[in-house]
Structure formats: C-alpha cells, structure tokens
C-alpha cells in the first residue's frame, strides 16, 4: 500500500511540474542527456504521444526494455522501483490513462515527451485555463483583484522542490529564518 501511495503522490507532483514549467526545460534527473540518447537508440520507433501497452508489457516488450532498464542500475536511484505512467501524455493521471512502469522507463518516456515537445499540450493547456481565471478576475481598471486575508501565500517552488511562502510584508520563510537566526 504503501508503494502505491508514494507512486501516485510521484505522479501528482510530475503532472503539477509539466503543468507549471515549460517541459522543455526541465531536467528530471542528474543523467537526462544519457537516459534520452541510450533510449532513442534503442527504441527509436516507440512512439510516445500514444504509448500501447503492448509495447512497455508483452514478453517480446519486456526483453527489449530488460537491458535497457538495466544499464542505469546503480547510476539512477531506485531505478526499477513502480510508479505510473501516463499512457496520452495530453491527459492527466487517470485511472483508464495510467500504466505501472518501473521508474526508469518513466523517465526515458516522459524525457523524450519533454524534449520532443509532447508534454507542452498539457503545460498550454493549464496556462490558458489559468489566464482565463484571471482574465475572470480583474477589476474595471483591469488590474487583478487580490483579496488579501494577510496570511501566507505560496510564493512557488525551490530548486529542491520544495513549496516557498511568503508572508504578507513579502518576506519568503528562509529568509525570515536566516534573519531570526543571525539577531540571536
């Protein structure tokens, strides 16, 4: 249970990264040009818009994948461990849209996506429902209306992923902790 509770919190986050930062530019892993080059070599065909599940499970799938997954034990952490992968990579995490894969082939795959340009549909996707909510929310001067309850607000993400607030005067947590820290 456990393992199926991390791997869809794994995908929640993904979908949330794809939809914020242009994919094109992300990097999932430390070993992003390998991964990607060592699996256009060796599935140069797959096509990854559309996966069929025939072409990540059958027997004949398995012995093709078996090496290649193989060749980044030890170089990617927890390189077989299950996560989910989206089968049309133009929709979320459903259940009729997801596959379990291991983790490598969920990087090789989203990897080449975000390079190729197949994830941007998802990233545009949000952006423009975003727009449209704030097109949604502007006074009659056009500036945003903000209701401002003086609580803390996420600011974004950090390069460790993790989540920044900022508090009303628009000082983020860390910098506030740094201040503390040097007064004592």
Known sequence: MAWAMRAMQHAEVYYKLISSVDPQFLKLTKVDDQIYS???????????????????????????????????????????????????CSQGYTEENTIFAPRIQFFAIEIARNREGYNKAVYIG?????GKKGANNRGDNGEEKVADSGEEKEK????????????????????ADKKNQQKQ
């Open 38 to 88: 060592e699996f256009r070599e060796h599935f140069k065909e797959l096509r990854i818009d559309l996966l069929d599940p025939e072409e990540l499970k059958s027997e004949s799938a398995k012995e093709k994948w078996r090496p290649f997954c193989l060749k980044f034990d030890g170089i990617v952490e927890d390189f077989n461990y299950g996560t989910l992968l989206r089968l049309d």
């Open 126 to 130: 949000v952006q423009d429902k975003e």
């Open 156 to 175: 974004g993400v950090n390069r460790e992923g993790e989540k920044e607030k900022t508090d009303k005067g628009g000082e983020n947590e860390k910098e």
